[in-house]
Every structure is written in C-alpha cells, then in structure tokens.
C-alpha cells in the first residue's frame, strides 16, 4: 500500500528548494514506515497568493509572504 504525503505552500519557493523538500520527505517516510522506495508518493502544490488566506488576510497582503520575490 503506498504511502502519499501532500504538501501546500505559497508559490514562490526556488526549484532547489522544493526538490531538496521532496528527497527529504520521501526519505522521512521511508525510514519511519520502513517502507520501499516505490511505496512513497510526495507531491508539493504551490498555492497562488491569491488562492490563500490566513486570519481573514490573502496571502499578496502578507509581508511574511512576499520577502524573496523576484
């Protein structure tokens, strides 16, 4: 039975980043659950800033949010 892991964040996040991200994880996953590589699905969705909110605020409106835009 595979293992899945789904994970949300604001777009924006280098590709370097997200990649590392999905070594990490699947790696975590494997180890904790013992289980095979091919067991393991890891996705990351990057959310739009105009797709989230937190508090009642969108995500453009966050300074949090917008540090490192290109």
């Given at each position: 039975?595979?293992?899945?892991c789904?994970v949300q964040l604001p777009?924006?996040?280098?590709?370097?980043?997200?990649e590392?991200a999905?070594v990490?994880?699947?790696?975590?996953l494997?180890?904790?659950f013992?289980?095979?590589?091919n067991q393991?699905?890891v996705?990351?969705?990057?959310?739009p800033r105009?797709?989230y909110?937190?508090?009642g605020v969108?995500a453009?409106?966050?300074?949090?949010?917008?540090?490192?835009?290109?």
């Open positions: 039975m595979p293992i899945m789904t777009k924006g996040k280098k590709s370097e980043q997200i590392q999905l990490d994880l699947s790696n975590v494997m180890r904790d013992e289980a095979q590589p393991v699905r996705t990351i969705d990057e959310l105009n797709r909110m937190a508090g969108m453009y409106d966050m300074p949090e949010f917008n540090q490192g835009e290109d």
